[in-house]
């Protein structure tokens, strides 16, 4: 599945609507959104890292934002966005001996996100954007019967994304698709020590893959004139 998805899906839904034509006619303003999502994660980082594999995880996320475009169709967003968090079970066998458990990886990224609107139709509008961000990570490695480490780290996000968004009034009902990529490039545990993965290289957390979401938006001022 190519990157060029997400685009190919939006444009897709724009033919799908007789006499559809792209234009802009916005009124300025500020809005405000909440957007729940996730996408699918294989856990590779943490099987590079561990030496053992683990389960891929479905990843969910909430994102609230605030945005002002002006009547051209610039927009410019910051995203609070708390995920994605997701949770890979795993089975070690080493020797006689088999250990269960759970990693879990929790991000809280903070993401200034320029893009560009058009109107589709009466009441439709699309938008593309580029989210590029700051990440802390919170990794947490519960082995049964062992007890629970952890180890924390900062790193970078990066998240292309499309969005189409009905119109009704001030409010707005929407759909995005996009890839979000983070990468947190060396972990610190509760002692302050950096973690080391079986290779005697920096352990790194990799929270990737397609996404999509479901959103609510409140505009200020009503966006479409």
Same mark, same amino acid.
């Given at each position: 599945m190519s990157k060029g998805w997400g685009l190919g899906l939006l444009a897709g839904a724009a033919l799908a609507l007789p006499g559809a034509a792209l234009h802009a006619g916005f009124q300025s303003g500020f809005d405000v959104r909440f957007t729940a999502g996730g996408n699918y994660n294989s856990g590779a980082d943490l099987e590079s890292d561990n030496g053992f594999p683990v389960d891929g995880s479905f990843a969910i996320y909430g994102d609230l934002g605030a945005d002002y475009g002006n009547a051209a169709g610039f927009?410019?967003? *910051?995203?609070? *966005?708390n995920g994605p968090n997701r949770s890979h079970p795993f089975r070690d066998v080493a020797g006689a001996n088999t250990y269960t458990g759970t990693i879990?990886? !929790?991000n809280l990224g903070l993401f200034l996100a320029p893009g560009w609107r058009v109107r589709l139709a009466d009441r439709v509008v699309? =938008? !593309?954007?580029? $989210? *590029?961000?700051?990440?802390?990570?919170?990794?947490? %490695? =519960?082995?049964?019967? %062992? $007890?629970?480490?952890? !180890?924390? $780290?900062? $790193?970078y996000g990066v998240w292309p994304e499309f969005r189409g968004e009905y119109e009704l009034g001030s409010w707005g009902l929407g759909l995005s698709v996009g890839y979000l990529a983070s990468l947190v490039p060396a972990l610190e545990?509760?002692?302050?020590?950096?973690?080391?993965?079986t290779q005697a290289t920096y352990a790194?957390?990799?929270? =990737?893959? %397609?996404?999509?979401?479901?959103?609510?938006?409140?505009? %200020?001022?009503?966006?479409?004139n």
């Open positions: 927009v410019l967003g *910051l995203d609070l *966005l879990s990886v !929790a699309l =938008e !593309a954007r580029l $989210g *590029l961000g700051a990440i802390a990570a919170k990794e947490s %490695f =519960e082995t049964d019967g %062992f $007890g629970t480490a952890t !180890a924390t $780290g900062y $790193g545990d509760s002692n302050g020590q950096v973690v080391q993965n790194t957390l990799r929270t =990737e893959g %397609f996404s999509t979401g479901l959103s609510v938006a409140y505009h %200020f001022s009503p966006l479409l």
